[in-house]
């Protein structure tokens, strides 16, 4: 017989040498899991989407453009909700003359029609969010979303009449609009003196983080109220581009007159970032 000492010292060596065979068991396991884990992501990829209406609101008030939505995606590849990102063009979020709500009300329409392959986590379908693109196209009537509009017309200050800057080639064979019926834009050149307000941006912690500075230069598209109606960063870092049309959307300007009457302004705003 096995000494009753000796046995619990033998059960004690056992049970311990168990549980090191079951820690090794546990830990090949995880590794057994690693090796078995799902493939690379696949992202949603859009099938289908019907032709917008082009809202007549906008085609005779001359806007158009793109206009971005960002939608939710189910993993049926269904849409389950959309919002405006942003557009048309570079428009600024908070302007909401109806030209442009109808932009983006009847680019929703076709966004939430969309069709979508799913997103994939290996083989397993999943939900997802992406941005799909709606394009609104004038045929007869230059676009001025964005900033479009600064290529339409511009003019001196001193001029008496707008002279036309570019032509618009058209598939209807009308032409282009005679310049009385385009609206009257000017070139103002750099307008930070000339501003009302004039909202220092926001420094991403982003540029911060690898001491982007600079100068940034906004090109921006100022309506009759002296509203900002869009603004595009044209040159400075990346990573304090975003930023900068934020603030330059937040500025105002008094009216500009050409002959006594209002008139839309073309011109940029700089914004210097200095860590």
């Not at 049970?15 to 090794?24: G, M, Y």
């Not at 995880?30 to 917008?52: N, R, T, Y």
């Not at 007869?140 to 979303?145: F, H, S, V």
Request: contains cysteine; hydrophobic residues 45%; charged residues 15%.
């Amino acid at each position: 017989m096995i000494p009753t000492q000796l046995l619990r010292r033998i059960t004690r060596r056992s049970f311990k040498f168990s549980l090191f065979i079951l820690a090794v068991l546990v830990i090949g396991s995880a590794h057994d899991i690693d090796a078995q884990s799902p493939g690379e992501s696949v992202d949603a990829k859009l099938i289908s989407m019907p032709q917008a209406d082009y809202p007549k609101v906008a085609l005779d008030a001359f806007v158009g453009g793109k206009v971005n939505i960002r939608v939710n995606i189910d993993a049926q590849g269904r849409v389950t909700n959309a919002a405006v990102a942003f557009g048309p063009d570079w428009v600024c979020p908070n302007v909401s003359t109806p030209a442009v709500v109808a932009l983006r009300e009847a680019a929703l329409a076709v966004a939430l029609q969309a069709k979508f392959s799913p997103a994939m986590v290996g083989s397993v379908p999943t939900s997802s969010v992406s941005i799909v693109t709606v394009e609104f196209k004038a045929e007869r009537a230059p676009a001025i979303a964005g900033l479009a509009a600064t290529n339409v017309m511009q003019a001196d200050t001193s001029d008496t009449t707008a002279k036309v800057a570019t032509s618009v080639s058209t598939t209807d064979g009308v032409g282009p609009l005679p310049a009385t019926d385009r609206p009257k834009i000017i070139s103002g050149g750099v307008l930070n003196g000339k501003a009302l307000t004039l909202p220092t941006p926001a420094y991403p912690a982003a540029a911060k983080a690898v001491s982007a500075s600079g100068t940034v230069s906004v090109q921006v598209l100022i309506y009759e109220d002296g509203t900002v109606y869009s603004a595009k960063a044209v040159s400075g870092h990346p990573l304090l581009r975003q930023a900068s049309e934020v603030a330059a959307c937040s500025s105002t300007f008094s009216s500009t007159l050409l002959q006594g009457s209002p008139v839309k302004v073309s011109g940029v705003i700089t914004y210097n970032f200095n860590l």
